[in-house]
């Protein structure tokens, strides 16, 4: 074995392939081809999107789980440690179990360079298919039609907002990121959409691939209620649900996008109104809208692009509110922070600012040049924990101090397991 620690490992995958994101099959279409892992006996779901894929995959693994299914996902990126990335009957595999698959890769790749996404990918279906799983819930990294994942041929895929980011790699309007995100898509099954105002282009890649399409408001769709809510799909309907656990109004258009992926695949995978239910109640996402209580509450939000930000932004101004709302923000520098600022300037009273490290990160200063407007009130701190400790200085009794903007940024301030 070439190392014997995950951290090892890990750095070791950091500097082994010449660039971080490398998008195309081939390499780790090889390497599981040779591993034996592009026929898993398991039923395969694959979820794409700019934003509710996690909660998305929160959903499905946790309704499937609590119908008695063993169930596998793999999400990324991770908040606190690399293990978050696999998990198994929804806990995250250990050390010992991720060295022995990435030994097995690299003794399987015979050479062949991958990148650090492909390697972590490559574990997951590894460790899945030797769970002897029913169901694989499987998060889409960057895109779709490139993305190692797109190496298995999914039994449902389920595509969730689109909005503008990763523009180097997937386009610069939602028609061609739509169009990427579909290349999960399969002919002959079932292809969903969750996004309630989706591009042209993704209903288009479903019906030139001969794909059986269900979109929000056409084939599927919800109802709300006063403290519950109905779904309605194809000859069937569900009615009185309870709310999903994970917060904001839009989180209805990531469960009912759920819930016609687990109806279409109801045959293999049978459900239980209970277990819907139980699902609904229990699926978690850390860094998704989480809030910590107090005097001053504090929430923490993973919005990293405009659509997101929105989203947060009408959560926010349909939260009850005595005082001011302060914002703690740090952006990677390839992040479209003038959108994510005219998104929430409406609900955010004052800016903390704060540096993040890294290749991609960027300093305070350089993230207020982006900001568009200069009559913000900002403070310009030299890394997170001083932008988060400048802005509980200065809150007061009823305000409340919202985190966003980056993964790296709610992984530094966010308390692990929260």
């Known amino acids: ?47 794409a999107g700019t934003n509710g894929k996690g909660s998305s995959v929160a959903m499905l693994e946790t309704i499937l ?54 390697f972590s990918t490559l574990a997951a279906l590894d460790l899945f298919q030797r769970a002897a799983l029913d169901v694989a819930v499987l998060e889409v990294g960057l895109g779709g039609r490139l993305d190692a994942i797109n190496i298995l041929d999914a039994d449902c895929a389920l595509v ?24 999960i898509f399969r002919g002959g099954r079932p292809a969903v959409c969750s996004d309630p105002r989706p591009p042209a282009s993704i209903a288009a890649a479903a019906r030139e691939i001969g794909a059986r399409w269900f979109a929000l408001g056409q084939q599927f769709g919800y109802r709300p209620g006063a403290g ?12 009185g649900l309870p709310p999903p656990a994970l917060p904001g109004d839009f989180q209805l258009y990531n469960a009912a996008g759920a819930l016609m992926v687990l109806h279409s695949l109801s045959e293999r995978l049978p459900l239980t109104l209970q277990a819907i239910h139980a699902g609904l109640r229990q699926a978690r996402a850390a860094g998704r809208f989480t809030v910590i209580p107090g005097a001053v509450e504090m929430i923490f939000d993973v919005a990293h692009n405009p659509h997101a930000a929105a989203a947060l932004a009408m959560t926010l101004d349909g939260r009850a509110c005595s005082g001011r709302t302060l914002a703690v923000c740090g952006m990677l520098a390839d992040k479209d922070a003038g959108g994510i600022v005219v998104a929430l300037q409406s609900v955010v009273d004052r ?65 692990p397991g929260l």
């Open 1 to 47: 074995m070439r190392f014997q620690t995950l951290a090892e490992w890990l750095a070791w995958q950091e500097t082994l392939h010449p660039r971080a994101i490398d998008l195309g099959l081939e390499r780790v279409q090889t390497v599981a081809q040779r591993m034996e892992l592009l026929a898993p006996q398991h039923a395969v779901i694959s979820v």
């Open 65 to 118: 789980a609590c119908a008695g299914h063993r169930v596998g996902a793999y999400t990324s990126p991770h908040l606190w440690r690399y293990n978050e990335r696999i998990r198994i009957d929804r806990q995250p595999v250990d050390d010992a179990a991720i060295v022995a698959a990435f030994a097995r890769i690299d003794a399987a790749r015979d050479g062949l360079s991958l990148s650090y996404f492909e």
């Open 160 to 183: 969730t907002g689109i909005g503008i980011d990763h523009v180097e790699w997937l386009g610069t309007d939602r028609e061609s990121i739509g169009r990427e995100k579909a290349g």
């Open 228 to 239: 519950c809510w109905d779904w309605w799909g194809p000859a069937v309907e569900l009615v």
């Open 351 to 415: 800016w903390f600012l704060g540096g993040l490290g890294g290749s991609r990160g960027q300093s305070a200063a350089a993230l207020a040049a982006r900001m568009p407007l200069a009559e913000l009130q900002r403070t310009l701190c030299p890394d997170m924990a001083a932008a988060l400790a400048a802005a509980r200085a200065a809150a007061v009794s009823g305000d409340r101090i919202v985190v966003f903007g980056s993964f790296h940024t709610i992984a530094e301030l966010l308390p």
